[in-house]
């Protein structure tokens, strides 16, 4: 039978039972709207989350320093490991697998003020590298530490964000003074907005931080408050830890096996439980998705069985004819994917269509609806709805359609 | 094949119907030739077992015993498909309740049987409306059968069991749902078109129909009676 013809008479079945057939599309319309939305929401998500968690910094291994467990050349256990400046020359040196360096003198409750607004917050002093290891990005106007604020250990602050808002309002501040422990300090930067997933001490929005040469001849600290390092490759995280051992080891005294004189923070291995929760989260999702999907497919393939026994006597005519069983199946197979997929379409292009509206209204990035992100159809979202559809078509189809093939004409003629 | 020849042949047919309890044994031994070009009349009481008889001579149905040749063709085991292929070209249908598709207009309902020999679309319009011309229904081919009376349904019935030419026409009851003169129409129509040189069987319970046709068979309890083997 030619696709024209096939079209012409279930437009015209559809006609006859309008309410019956909206709602048998409505159904698959509702599930493909519901795994799409689950999956695109899930997408959103994801990639907001992953957004926040590579806010404390992508690839980093955080160490601080432990105490020792084991008994070393003479020495007793129980003993403080302490970091200082020339560890972090030390590491950079003798471990190439690292890329990046950095170390952090850390504060807290020391007064920054800017005329009446005081404020007691975390202060900082931080090496310039942690500028990309720690995502320390300055918005438009303003930098990050450098090398020469280092060197010549100058008296200059990086604000972050929500710091700099309660000193400044939104004021300019990049070139103001504000004073930390009363010592006059120049704003080179403020640092940009960001959802922080993983912090240790307190939020970066809320530091302020200067050069950590300048911090130490403030404060006078005689040790480093931990060490960030950066792998070139993430996978060569556990042997960068293993030679960490080994280096700081043989520099501060203690057994490189002794895993309790460093205690380290891996936010790769993080990040790697992070992604399989995700994609955890999405399959579950999807199954949620697809279930609706396959009720709907339940409902389709009752329906068609109500057609096939409505239209039994017009089987049996077109049998009698000269249909052949082949004939009979595919009209019917051809009627279910087509309900299938019109429905499909509809409820693509409603989910397409929420999606594009979530991403245009507005939200504070501090809320709780930004955690959401941007609901997102991607492609290989797309393709998996296109292809769930077809199956639940296909198998919604399959069975009556038999049936209606394997009617036998004579008695289907019969048949009131 | 000469116009001579044997068109039907049914040696032996039984049909024995299982309902799983009880057994039905409907036709109990049929012999039947049917000769090409002729014009015949199968009658017998309901029960006798015509449905059946008929369902076999027009390949809806296979015997449980016995065969069938149909044109020199043994068909009594042939599978599904082949058996909707010799409906569609060698066999056209005419039913007691006319059997149109009630949302297809006239047209499309002649068109049907070419639709499944697979004939392109411009091709099968012409061949329908030129049936419905002939048959005295080309004021009404755009008209859905539901709004046909009863002798212009069957009239479309009959140009569609033409449309593929088959050299067979089955004819159950044909006038059983007209009044008497629509009937009369009906039968003329069938005299004309066994003029015109298709062997047709009438199957019917109406003691009037008999006398117009060559031959007459009457069936009872699923046997023949008489004038059989032909």
């Not at chain 1, 509702?30 to 907001?48: N, P, V, Y």
């Not at chain 1, 049998?319 to 019917?332: C, D, E, R, S, V």
């Not at chain 1, 509809?346 to 959401?372: E, H, K, N, Y």
Request: hydrophobic share 40%; net charge positive; aromatic share 8%.
């Amino acid at each position: 039978m030619t696709l024209k013809l096939f079209l012409q008479y279930f437009w015209r079945d559809f006609r006859k039972q309008k309410k019956r057939a909206t709602l048998t599309v409505a159904a698959i319309v509702w599930g493909t709207f519901s795994i799409l939305m689950l999956l695109a929401f899930g997408e959103g998500l994801k990639d907001q989350l992953g957004k926040n968690q590579r806010s404390l910094g992508e690839c980093i291994i955080i160490v601080w320093p432990g105490q020792t467990s084991i008994p070393y050349k003479g020495l007793p256990r129980g003993r403080r490991i302490h970091f200082r400046p020339e560890d972090v020359e030390l590491i950079k040196k003798s471990i190439p697998e690292i890329w990046r360096v950095g170390a952090e003198y850390s504060n807290w409750g020391v007064d920054v003020v800017n005329g009446k607004r005081v404020f007691s917050q975390h202060v900082t002093g931080e090496y310039p590298t942690y500028e990309f290891m720690r995502v320390q990005y300055a918005e438009r106007g303003g930098r990050y530490l450098n090398d020469t604020d280092m060197e010549f250990k100058r008296r200059v602050v990086f604000l972050g964000y929500e710091l700099n808002k309660k000193l400044f309002g939104d004021e300019p501040s990049v070139g103001q003074t504000v004073f930390i422990a009363r010592i006059p300090f120049t704003v080179i930067g403020v640092g940009q907005n960001k959802q922080q997933m993983g912090m240790y001490g307190g939020p970066d929005v809320e530091k302020a931080t200067m050069p950590a040469t300048t911090y130490q001849s403030i404060f006078g600290d005689k040790y480093l408050d931990n060490l960030v390092i950066q792998p070139r490759d993430a996978e060569t995280a556990e042997l960068v830890k293993s030679r960490l051992y080994q280096v700081l080891g043989a520099k501060n005294q203690f057994d490189p096996a002794d895993k309790q004189a460093l205690s380290i923070w891996d936010t790769i291995e993080n990040q790697k439980d992070f992604s399989k929760m995700m994609l955890g989260m999405q399959i579950f999702m999807g199954i949620l998705g697809g279930l609706t999907l396959l009720i709907a497919g339940v409902g389709v393939a009752n329906i068609m069985y109500v057609v096939i026994k409505e239209r039994t006597k017009e089987i049996g005519i077109k049998m009698a004819l000269g249909a052949k069983p082949q004939t009979i199946h595919n009209q019917f197979l051809l009627e279910a994917l087509l309900i299938c997929f019109s429905g499909g379409a509809i409820g693509i292009f409603i989910s397409q269509l929420i999606c594009d509206l979530a991403s245009v209204v507005p939200r504070d990035p501090t809320s709780s609806m930004s955690w959401l992100g941007n609901p997102t159809i991607s492609l290989p979202i797309g393709l998996i709805t296109v292809v769930i559809l077809a199956i639940i078509g296909l198998t919604a189809g399959y069975f009556p359609a038999r049936r209606a093939a394997r009617l036998n004409p004579a008695e289907t003629l019969r048949y009131e | 094949m000469s116009s001579n020849g044997t068109m039907v042949k049914l040696s032996g047919v039984r049909k024995i119907y299982d309902t799983g309890k009880v057994k039905v044994e409907a036709l109990r031994g049929i012999d039947l030739h049917v000769r090409r070009g002729e014009f015949m009349t199968l009658v017998g009481p309901s029960g006798s077992g015509k449905s059946t008889l008929m369902n076999i001579l027009g390949c809806l149905d296979v015997p449980s015993e016995g065969t069938y040749e149909f044109d020199g063709q043994r068909v009594d085991r042939l599978p599904v498909s082949q058996l909707a292929e010799i409906r569609n070209r060698s066999i056209g249908f005419v039913f007691q309740n006319f059997n149109l598709l009630p949302y297809s207009t006239a047209l499309e309902n002649v068109e049907l049987p070419l639709v499944f020999r697979g004939l392109g679309a411009k091709e099968r319009r012409k061949r329908a409306a030129e049936l419905l011309e002939k048959i005295g229904l080309g004021d009404r081919m755009e008209h859905k059968a539901t709004e046909l009376s009863g002798g212009q349904m069957q009239r479309v019935a009959i140009a569609r069991a033409l449309a593929n030419n088959p050299p067979l026409l089955l004819a159950d009851e044909p006038t059983g749902n007209l009044d008497s003169a629509s009937g009369r129409e009906i039968v003329d129509l069938f005299e004309n078109l066994w003029k015109a040189g298709h062997t047709i069987m009438i199957i019917t319970h109406d003691p009037n129909l008999p006398m117009r046709t060559e031959r007459t068979i009457h069936l009872r309890d699923g046997r023949l009676e008489d004038g059989a083997a032909g």
